[in-house]
């Protein structure tokens, strides 16, 4: 069995290894990577060959280490040793492995995407898609915050209100998102959480991202992951990540970046956003928050469609849409639990 993993910025990494009574038999790591000494390789394929089967990244990184030693691993780590493995195991999977449903949905009422975000990762557990990229449009104005952000806290009910705006609560962390039609471009990855094997939550970031990264570079922006989870440019921040992995082997990863929007509107909804101004020594924003705009002087759409050209020229794809199963316990998630009290102001 063969496994592989590229480094982001580094090398690959091949491993070939058979299973023989339940332990890594055979184990030959291969690549175009630096090893100083050379004679070394054959310590690190003695330190895997033995181990159980069911080893964990973590477990066979630290043989990796011990066997090591003072040597030098020049463009990639003992982790990445660890991943290939389980690949080659299929215990973990990459990219070329999945073939994602690729949903660009006509606008829909905001509370359907964090309800759809809960609902996808479901069907992917359940063999019913291997692995989606949606493409979010909305028709109505709202304020998203994250699972743990303090409702009074953030937001300041009077000028919501005056706004017309409403608040929503989704499943992962992170910070509050100010939703109105065309002022953002916002994504979500459902994949299993065996693309993710053996990274970090600041690693498994900006692997998910990699594409959009790649595809903000194809229409002029030179962008940056910084950890943990924000997307920026040398003209400063594009946008943020968020995520979440369920229990039933499936997670949910997502993406807002800032097209166009009204930061004076925005800083008198959001309270933090005026906290975050006023260390800045900024009293008032008096104007746009349009990095993707202003970088790159295209049109919403003509972004996403080089986006999606993108996605489609890197991994297996297909277009697709939400079953009628998916829009139904969506819809049911909407009435039960986000726009339920108890949800939305779980914290108060």
């Not at 905001?110 to 449009?137: F, N, T």
């Not at 990540?241 to 929007?261: E, L, P």
């Not at 009435?335 to 949800?343: Q, V, Y």
Request: hydrophobic fraction near 45%.
């Amino acid at each position: 069995m063969r496994g592989e993993y590229k480094v982001s910025g580094g090398k690959l990494v091949a491993v070939d290894v058979d299973v023989e009574d339940d332990k890594l038999a055979n184990v030959s790591i291969s690549g175009d990577f630096f090893l100083e000494p050379d004679t070394v390789i054959d310590d690190l394929n003695a330190a895997l060959t033995g181990m159980p089967a069911d080893a964990s990244v973590a477990d066979m990184a630290k043989a990796i280490e011990i066997a090591a030693g003072d040597a030098e691993l020049i463009g990639f780590t003992p982790e990445v040793v660890g991943i290939a493995v389980r690949r080659a195991l299929g215990k973990a999977v990459a990219w070329h492995d999945l073939t994602f449903d690729v949903i660009h949905h006509e606008p829909m009422n905001p509370a359907m995407h964090v309800a759809l975000d809960q609902v996808l990762p479901e069907s992917v557990a359940k063999g019913e898609r291997e692995a989606a990229l949606i493409i979010w449009e909305w028709d109505d104005p709202l304020v998203v915050i994250g699972s743990f952000q303090s409702y009074k806290n953030e937001i300041d009910q009077e000028a919501l209100e005056r706004h017309g705006m409403r608040v929503v609560r989704r499943v992962t962390g992170g910070g509050a998102m100010f939703m109105e039609a065309g002022n953002c471009i916002t994504y979500s990855l459902i994949v299993p959480t065996a693309l993710v094997e053996g990274l970090s939550f600041e690693q498994s970031y900006a692997y998910l991202d990699e594409w959009v990264i790649a595809a903000l570079k194809k229409v002029g922006v030179n962008a940056t992951y910084v950890p943990l989870n924000d997307i920026a440019s040398d003209k400063g921040k594009i946008g943020g990540a968020a995520q979440k992995r369920f229990a039933d082997g499936s997670m949910v990863h997502h993406v807002t970046m800032s097209y166009d929007i009204d930061a004076d509107k925005m800083l008198d909804v959001l309270r933090i956003g005026r906290e975050k101004l006023s260390d800045k020594g900024t009293k008032s924003a008096k104007k746009r928050v349009d990095p993707m705009r202003s970088q790159t002087g295209m049109a919403r759409e003509d972004i996403i469609a080089s986006f999606l050209d993108t996605f489609n020229d890197r991994y297996n794809t297909r277009e697709s849409d939400f079953t009628a199963d998916e829009m139904r316990r969506a819809e049911e998630l909407v009435e039960s639990k986000f726009t339920a009290d108890e949800w939305t102001y779980k914290v108060p």
